[in-house]
């Protein structure tokens, strides 16, 4: 016989929670048209001895039997109402009602194990070691636990510094997203080679593409490619991308393997959406062949180009690589997918996720993946409406304060195209017109048929504009904004602009993917400040330093900056980032002059690069592809001044044996699957080379040689 401890050791009590029969009576209380039953669904509680073993096996059987039973009862009282003493399936509301807060849970439980997965993973293989470079385990931020694992320079003092001053404006896009389809459902947004789109269309195409995205695959953090020319689709993939917490990363048209490859070796998209092909070059199927090599792709979405769309009447989509889907198929995908808005925004991401990598080319001429959140993305656009549009009003009737109408031929895959392109008119509820082939005769022609006010490019854009026959013919009356960067504007092409366009004023800026528009002119500039290159946005700063590290005016140094609009750091991870950093300064890798005004003035550059048209030339690694021909013992490739693209590239080789043609090496380069626009476009031949005492090549002795001739002309 047990005695008295043993029997109180033994002894236990078991509720049928009556938290169970809550949740009854509440649901019952949610179902529309459902009168609340006083002792419907009612289970009181049970308190039962064990004094054995096997009493309490038996109990505990009979425990779970009665929560079955009220978990039974509990999903009987939200599937069905009673009407007129009847049982009836939910029908109308009551029933969308249901299927929302379903898909709501799904996705929610989907989400939750996702994140837990994921840092099991990480915590399981000794942290952030095990990820990919770049990433890092999910970190704690103002009391929530972030969606991504990239690891930036963000610190906690940075964020609560910029928020708390206002430099960060703590927004997202698709908050005015949802504002202007809902107030300017019937107004043109996009104008492109498909025709114009309303923003009522724009807003459903985003809400199916989020969703579709969902469906196949993509969560908050994931890295989608989006290799587009300046098409609708590209705007509607990288706004659903902003709205589910996913991380856009554009690449301009022009890349090809080699580049292609580093970039989804740094970045590992996920997702890569295409076009099919692109003046004549199939993007698709270089993208098919890619995707063998880069087993993180899971999927790849192809857009057609209307040129396919017209000779693909049959619809057998014989242009579509194996394995891939086409965007119709993504759309599809949205449109009849589970999921609702509701269960969408539980996706969206703070203001300082990471929403964007962008890569450009560094001091080593390799891609370097650059990280921005939406906070510095909503800086950038602020600084650009606050500068270059000071004093421009929108069109009469246009319904939002800057609802202007802009134009963008760079491509929306630079940073230009992506942040003045295409995030700025969607931040203010404006228009704009899209070319994917720049042509300055076409565009004249869209500034009177659509009134564009703005527009942005490299020198050579505005060069073309000048040159275009009868220009005074065309009606460019509404056009009051050009911003010309990427390299300074001539003073030939400053003054004949003053002269053939009398209603438009441009201005100069600078900038780098890391910056966005960091200096800019402003409209009240006379001509001596449009010769250079601007002056700070607000809420940035510019310096130029000495040797020392000491800051100097009226002097050429090195170019550091620092403020609100700087980037979040490099994909390489944080210690890489900080090499580029001085105390607190960004080393732009550029030389300049500041005068006394604060106004800066490019004067060359500390990094190995050439800037063709506003395209930065990856210059290491075209010297080391054409080390690999044969008749080449040593290149160096420098920039020449060119009069409309800025700089070209120069290829100064010191052969073996028979010294190779410039048609030889370019032939050689496109076997190479070298980017055309990333060619040298002069060869001069050397028997040998300025060296330094270290072995290394002097560059600056090359590039005097064409300041010799310019000189001598």
Known sequence: MATGSTLRRRLAAVHVHARAARAVNRGNRRLPGRRRQPDAGRVRPVRVLLLSRRQRHGCQVRRRAAVQAVRARLFAARSQV???GRSRPLRGEAARVHRRRRAHRRVERRLAHELHRRERKILGSGGASALPRGLGPVAERDGVSAKRFFETTLASERIDELSASGAWPNRLLDERIDRWTAERAGEPVITDRFGTMTWGELGADIDAVSKGLLEIGVRPGTVVQLQLPNWRHFVVTAVACDRIGAVVNPVAPIFRHNE????SELGRPMVVVTADSYRGFKLAEMHAELRERCEWVTELVVVPSPETLQSDADGDESWLPEGAITWEDLVEEGRFSSYDRAAVDLCRPGPNDVCEMMFTSGTTGLPKGVMHTHNILSVAVDAFLDTVCEGLDPHPGAGAPQAYVTHMASTLGHQTGYLYGMRLPLYTGGHVVMQDVWDPVEFVGLIGQHRIQLSMGATPFLADVLNVDDLAGYDLSTWQRFLCAGAAIPRPVLERALELLPDCVVMPGWG????????????SDPLERRLTDGRAVDDNEVRVIDESGQAVTDAEGDLQCRGSALFAGYMAGREFTEQSWTEGWFDTGDRAVMNSDGYISIAGRTKDLVIRGGENVPVKEVEDVLLRHPGVGVAAIVAKPHERLGEIGCAFVQPVGEAPTLAELTE???????????????????DEFPMTPSGKIQKYRLRERFDEERRCI
């Open 82 to 84: 009673r009407h007129r």
């Open 260 to 263: 292609l490859t580093v970039m």
């Open 512 to 523: 780098m993917t890391e910056t966005g528009l960091l200096t800019v002119g402003r409209p």
């Open 668 to 686: 050689f380069l496109d076997d190479q699957q070298v980017t055309r626009q990333f060619w040298p476009e002069e060869l001069v031949i050397v």
